[in-house]
């Protein structure tokens, strides 16, 4: 195939990975919109490894080659990330679109991502000779930025089974289909004997990176949520001087008074 | 180095140019699969929908090493079936084609729909035709059209 490697096996796809300098093309969505001169495709849809939903007793593993359609259609996925997918582009984009595509695509603005950072998720990255898990701040670090070695490979994301149960999900753009975020906001909330142990909020779009900030989160973390109203103004205020805004069309203003509100919402959906 | 085998409309074919092509261009201009329409190359408009192992693609977002071993159905062969017969009906009878430059990939975007769900709500209609813009605005036609053709083809999808 000219300018072009196709692999069965997840195996045959790493060794072409390691002996050449292919691009890794699994929806080809965005990769077609670079349209890079002078590339070459590794085409991985039909490896199997890659194309699976499975669970085991920590993780939902989502393969890297997995559509936001076959995703939507699979009981294993959970809500939060269904809601979020439920809303990227329309149904020719989802049907080509992939989990690993997101995240590789480095864009701050990709809808599943932002979903993996608040629901704490990993990656298992595999080449020639090794593999490893890495957690999702690890492996999407900032636009167009990943923490990526020449020859790996993301093979799978790895969604928490537990926990993901209380959630808010939000995606501002312009319109309701084939909207590029201007602002997305993905939060976990999590409730023990009374008391607040997650409160996991990320922003997507509005600044380089996605953003989340633990330690304003560590705030909450085991309060009643009577106790954490009272902390509630405060943890805004550190929101608002932290957040980072980007000059976007809609202007930094606009996305920082988003977050904030998405922010205020998520809270008060739980009582908070 | 192997071409790039595919099935074009029923008819399997050998690709000898360039894996990184995009399929819009390599449809259009070597296979002279004019119903493909150019509208955006940014898979926003939905002009240049095809149906790749019966999924519906924007071929504009597609290389063409992408479909080696695939199948792919464009309006010049998906003409041929009694579906859009029911479904070139339905378009006519409540004048849901203005210009037509939205009209071929509509009516993929509409076969898509109705081979999942042959019996769509309004609310689905719109949501399966929500990648393919009609610049005449003539959306509410086209979604009675497809909503016409789910009746009076009863049976077909």
Redesign the interface.
Known sequence: ????Y?ASSLKEALTILAETNAVP?A???D???E?RPG???L?L??IPELRSITADERYIRIGAAVTF?EALASPLVPPLMKEAVSHI?????R??GTFGGNIGNGSDKADTVVVEFAADAKARIVSKEKERIADIDKVFLSRKHLGLSDGELIAEILLPRKGLERYAYTKVGGR???AVSFVSFAGVFGLENGRITNAAAAFGAAGDAVQRYRDIEKSLIGKTPDEAKKVKADYLRAYEERILVNQSRVGPEYQRIVCLNLLNDFLSRFGV | MADIRFVLNGKETEYHGSATERLLDVLRNQYRCTSIKCGCREGECGACAVLIDGILHNSCCVAAGAVDGSSVVTLEGYRETARFAALEKAFAAVSAVQCGFCTPGMILAAEALLSKNPHPSEDEIREGLSGNFCRCTGYNAIVNAVSGAAKEGNGLW
Request: aromatic content about 10%.
């Open positions: 195939m000219v300018n072009g196709t093309y929806g080809g969505t990769l077609m919109l349209n590339v070459k495709y085409f849809k039909k359609t582009a329309a149904p020719a984009i049907n080509a309701q289909s084939q």
